[in-house]
C-alpha cells in the first residue's frame, strides 16, 4: 500500500503542478504596467513584455520557473497573497501579482 501512495505522488505532483500553470496569466513590471504571460503545454512560454519574450518553463516544487532567452528568470508561485512573480536579472529584483485569465 505504501507502494502505491508513492507511485502516485511520484507521478502524480509534478503532473497535477503542471496543469495548474499551464495557460494565459496577466502579471505586472515593477512600474505596474500589465502584460501577459503564456505557459505553454510543450514548455515554453512567451509573454508580450516589451518586444516580447520566449523561454523555457519547469517546475520547481510545485510552483513554475521561467528561464528567459533573455536571460531573466520569473518565478511563479502561490502565495499567502495569492498567485505572485519573482522577476529576476542581472541587476535587481521584485515581486508583484499575477492572475490567471479565464481559459
Known amino acids: 500500500m505504501k ?3 508513492f507511485l502516485v505522488l511520484f507521478f502524480y505532483t509534478p503532473i497535477f503542478g ?5 495557460g494565459e496569466w496577466i502579471a505586472v513590471d515593477q512600474w505596474q504596467s500589465e502584460f501577459s ?3 505553454n503545454k510543450d514548455g515554453t512560454a512567451t509573454s508580450n513584455y516589451a518586444d516580447g519574450e520566449t523561454g523555457n518553463w519547469k517546475i520547481v516544487d510545485g510552483n513554475l520557473k ?3 532567452d533573455s536571460g531573466k ?3 511563479l508561485f502561490q502565495g499567502v497573497m495569492g498567485y505572485q512573480r519573482i522577476r529576476n536579472n542581472k541587476t ?5 501579482g499575477l492572475k490567471r485569465l479565464s481559459n
Open 66 to 68: 521561467i528561464l528567459w
Open 37 to 39: 504571460i503564456k505557459i
Open 18 to 22: 503542471q496543469n495548474n500553470w499551464l
Open 92 to 96: 535587481n529584483s521584485y515581486t508583484s
Open 3 to 5: 507502494i502505491i501512495f
Open 73 to 75: 528568470t520569473d518565478y
